[in-house]
């Protein structure tokens, strides 16, 4: 099927919507993306002919439930080439990945030992790992940046050591949409012995990973970035990971056996998914990735990266206008600042115009005090964008530069 952005646009409800009476041009898909008539469609069907608890009871629609639940399950282990179903674990997204992992892994940390964090990380990614530290009194050692953007891989390496235990680190920047070398991480902490979670929250709707070549420990990922519902995610984790980690919440569903002495605890995945979970949000993830993979990530790469080229080649023929993340490896993220305005002006009047862009510190603050900076301007665009919405953005943000200087 060849790729027809305006025939894909039709799947998308709130794309035919204005902002201010414009047409609404949405480029803040690094936080959420828009999500398409299937997956709506989805959860509507849920709720409306088979809603019911998942695995435990005997009637027809907790059947069709639990069955619709386990073959989204099984859906995200092939799409993301995951080689047992088990080792795909439902979450409420890639915050509660990490802190899973970071919590079970109290267990294995002592006083002195060191854990590896990039300076390109969401908050969400800094945090988890800085409350483990403080339990454990490892120690927190961070990949930097070079002006561009990228890591410094030779100092990733001189940081490294038999004493790192875990590296973590993002597939692709949100704030910058640079994208890392995750492979050479991955390879380097294994010879040192170290295990490795990767951050896929920005990754997911660009790219089509491959765990199992990746060798990676833990790969977390949100749904709503690749046009699934929010409050649903997975964590991979490899099956020796998982059966060595200790379960994270007690409750319902996550037990083998209950009494006052003793409780044992399920098998996996359930080990890791106490209560009743988001099953509407569950199925429609598995719709997502339908939908997407009928459209092929490479036909979504080809036309995000004809997307980023132009908006990079028409942006910086602005004057004073400056890209931050120049690294050669890039998404369709453009994170930017006009010389001597405040970003939050130019989101405000862009908005007045229809356009949605995001503007801030983007949850990534280490990047924001390495250059020096109160945040950005970040305009992420998705497989639904045009050319002509590019062009909108550019003349909003000239028509913003005029009025502010
Ligand atoms: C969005 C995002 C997160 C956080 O995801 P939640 O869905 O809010 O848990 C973490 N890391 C990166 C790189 C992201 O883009």
């Given at each position: 099927m060849a790729f027809n952005v305006q025939e894909i646009r039709k799947?998308?409800?709130?794309?035919q919507r204005e902002v201010n009476g414009k047409p609404l041009v949405y480029l803040d898909n690094a936080a959420t993306s828009q999500k398409p008539q299937q997956v709506i469609d989805c959860i509507v069907d849920y709720y409306s002919n088979y809603n019911a608890n998942i695995h435990r009871g005997v009637h027809t629609l907790s059947q069709e439930a639990t069955d619709a639940y386990e073959a989204a399950r099984k859906k995200i282990q092939q799409h993301f080439n995951?080689?047992?179903?088990?080792?795909v674990i439902f979450t409420s997204g890639t915050t509660h990945g990490i802190n899973l992992v970071a919590n079970g892994f109290t267990k294995f940390l002592s006083k002195g030992d060191e854990v590896i964090v990039s300076a390109l990380e969401h908050h969400s990614n800094i945090v988890p790992w800085q409350m483990l530290c403080e339990r454990t009194g490892a120690i927190l050692k961070v990949i930097p940046i070079e002006e561009n953007g990228e890591l410094i891989l030779s100092e990733y390496e001189k940081i490294l050591?038999?004493?790192?235990k875990l590296v973590f680190v993002n597939?692709?920047?949100?704030?910058?949409?640079i994208i890392n070398p995750i492979k050479e991480i991955i390879d380097k902490a294994h010879k040192n012995g170290a295990a490795v979670l990767v951050d896929g929250a920005q990754a997911c709707s660009h790219i089509k990973s491959n765990l199992q070549a990746l060798d990676v420990d833990f790969y977390v990922t949100s749904a709503h970035k690749m046009c699934g519902p929010t409050g649903v995610g997975i964590l991979y984790g490899k099956e020796e990971w998982l059966n060595k980690l200790p379960p994270y919440q007690g409750g319902g569903e996550m037990i083998d056996e209950v009494t006052f002495e003793k409780t044992t605890y399920a098998g996996l995945p359930h080990k890791f998914e106490a209560g009743t979970p988001n099953i509407a949000g569950g199925i429609a993830f598995g719709a997502a990735i339908d939908y997407l993979n009928s459209i092929g990530f490479d036909a979504i790469e080809s036309h995000e990266n004809n997307l980023l080229a132009y908006a990079t080649e028409q942006l910086t023929a602005i004057e004073g206008l400056k890209i931050y993340g120049t690294g050669v490896a890039k998404t369709s993220v453009i994170s930017f600042n006009i010389e001597g305005i405040h970003p939050y002006d130019i989101g405000t009047i862009v908005d007045k115009l229809g356009i949605a862009v995001r503007t801030g510190h983007h949850c990534a603050q280490p990047i924001m005090d390495f250059y020096k900076i109160p945040g950005t301007v970040r305009a992420s665009f998705a497989f639904y964008n045009t050319k002509e919405e590019v062009d909108a953005l550019v003349s909003a943000v000239n028509k913003a530069k005029t009025m502010l200087t």
């Open positions: 799947d998308f409800p709130i794309l995951i080689t047992k179903p088990h080792e050591s038999e004493k790192t597939h692709i920047s949100n704030a910058l949409g």
